[in-house]
């Protein structure tokens, strides 16, 4: 679905993302970890086109994206969500859903003023939309409530469910966790997990929490100082050495008293807070 190839990122003479080379497969839930400052949000930011790339190449689904904005690439179906949310605070849950199709009659006034039957048609199918969305998570109980008032997990919660307002390819989802109670926590994961076994959806999402991250992804993507450092299932990245290294540090994991094995997945410092 995704293809990276020898992408590089420069800020001035730092190079937060190093000749990445990648590849996301279609329906796969792919996690992308590392730990902090290792270039995993500014190669989000590269692929969903915040960011130009300073060279190298991205493809979707075979296509050269290179370099495209946000906007086009929302309408060729890449999505991606943020580590804070950003909703639509003065407006309610239906609301902040029924906002995401795009090239609605209703946003014409040719179309409000003349064609009221056909602005009502349209709006009727999205908001049918949004309660379905609703109803898959669980959100019912809040679908009415304005979207500032909500929870941080149901702000990423509503996230998600904006993803689902359209017919996306892949969706990037950044830091989902960040700031999630478990039980909220459980309920995006659930969600996720049924998106992609039941809709198709294909993911790739950078987090922090290992048991959430393994619980969920095949493969994970390890990232270091802006580099590509190992791919794999969870169990075999949280065993390998180098990995080990660039999250505790050279040579700790060789001193005396410590242990020579990976972070748990029960030990949230796999890069825990802080920017990406």
């Not at 996690?31 to 290792?38: K, M």
């Not at 987090?207 to 450092?229: Q, T, W, Y």
């Amino acid at each position: 679905m995704i293809r990276v190839e020898n992408l590089y990122k420069q800020f001035g003479g730092i190079h937060a993302v190093d000749g990445v080379t990648l590849e996301i497969a279609k329906g796969s839930i792919t996690g992308l970890i590392g730990p902090n400052g290792a270039g995993k949000t500014t190669l989000f930011n590269v692929i969903a086109g915040a960011y130009k790339p300073t060279s190298g190449k991205v493809y979707l689904d075979g296509e050269d994206i290179t370099g495209l904005e946000p906007h086009a690439l929302f309408h060729k179906g890449l999505l991606r969500t943020f580590q804070i949310a950003h909703e639509f605070s003065s407006l309610t849950v239906r609301d902040n859903l029924m906002m995401v199709p795009p090239d609605q009659a209703g946003e014409k006034l040719t179309d409000a003023w003349f064609r009221p039957a056909k602005v009502r048609k349209q709006e009727d199918r999205i908001r049918d939309r949004a309660n379905d969305v609703i109803e898959f998570l669980e959100i019912g109980h809040v679908a009415d409530e304005l979207a500032g008032n909500l929870s941080g997990g149901q702000k990423k919660l509503l996230e998600l469910g904006r993803t689902m307002m359209v017919d996306a390819k892949i969706v990037f989802l950044d830091e989902v966790g960040a700031g999630v109670n478990r039980t909220l926590l459980k309920t995006i994961g659930g969600a996720i997990k049924r998106l992609n076994e039941e809709r198709g959806y294909t993911f790739c999402m950078i987090e922090h929490d290992m048991d959430f991250i393994s619980d969920l992804c095949n493969p994970v993507i390890v990232m270091a100082e802006g580099r590509k450092l190992a791919e794999g299932p969870a169990a075999h990245i949280m065993e390998n050495e180098e990995v080990i290294e660039a999250y505790l540090g050279r040579g700790l994991k060789n001193k005396p008293g410590t242990r020579s094995a990976a972070p748990s997945a029960t030990a949230p410092a796999l890069g825990e807070g802080g920017a990406s």
